[in-house]
């Protein structure tokens, strides 16, 4: 089976995520479920699982939430992709900001130093769930004058007030980062090197 012959779905809102599964394929549909992502946090926290691994364990609970939806309705041959991705900072997971200075915060904290992005993704698909994590490196420029001012402009932008890690590569924050080891569009939102690989090993 290729993925022209097949019902996918993107379990995300993300424009960003749809974008990037264009470049696999313009042939999918986008449908979500809420499922209480801080809840499921907090569970794996307690579980002691690993910050690496929360993103993945959060795409299973929102492509799976898809696929029982529909499932349920009797349309079960589809393959759903959900997606989470996490700023690691140590062993702290950074999420979207409250406010404004939580923004500045962030960014301030970030700067100077190297983390994580990790994006998780799972495959639910009839023959049951695929899940795997990618890791990039992204590195802050030291916090001096300059940066304390993009910072400022880039926050006041209001562009990271949605995003993990108040920021998003592809945009302003792009003058605040040196570098970065890895998947650049892990980074933004998804892996899609690896997700195309994936699932042509699902659908073959």
């Not at 939580?102 to 049951?128: F, P, W």
């Not at 920021?167 to 924050?173: L, S």
């Amino acid at each position: 089976m290729s993925i022209k012959d097949t019902r996918l779905i993107l379990g995300s809102n993300s424009p960003r995520r749809r974008e990037l599964l264009s470049l696999i394929t313009e042939d999918f549909e986008v449908i979500t479920c809420d499922i209480d992502e801080r809840a499921i946090e907090e569970q794996l926290e307690a579980n002691g699982v690993s910050v690496l691994f929360v993103s993945e364990m959060l795409a299973k609970a929102k492509a799976m939430a898809v696929y029982e939806m529909l499932a349920k309705e009797g349309d079960d041959d589809i393959v759903v992709i959900g997606a989470d991705t996490s700023v690691i900072n140590g062993s702290v997971i950074y999420g979207k900001p409250e406010d404004r200075d939580d923004a500045v915060r962030m960014l301030t904290e970030l700067s100077g130093i190297t983390h994580v992005v990790a994006t998780g993704v799972a495959i639910a698909y009839k023959g049951g769930v695929k899940t795997f994590t990618e890791e990039s490196l992204v590195e802050f420029y030291k916090l001096d004058e300059y940066q304390k001012k993009r910072i400022e402009e880039y926050v006041s932008s209001g562009d990271p007030m949605d995003k993990a890690g108040a920021y998003g590569i592809q945009g302003g924050a792009s003058l605040l980062i040196k570098g970065i080891e890895g998947d650049y569009f892990n980074i933004v939102g998804l892996p899609v090197s690896r997700l195309a690989r994936e699932l042509s090993f699902v659908l073959d």
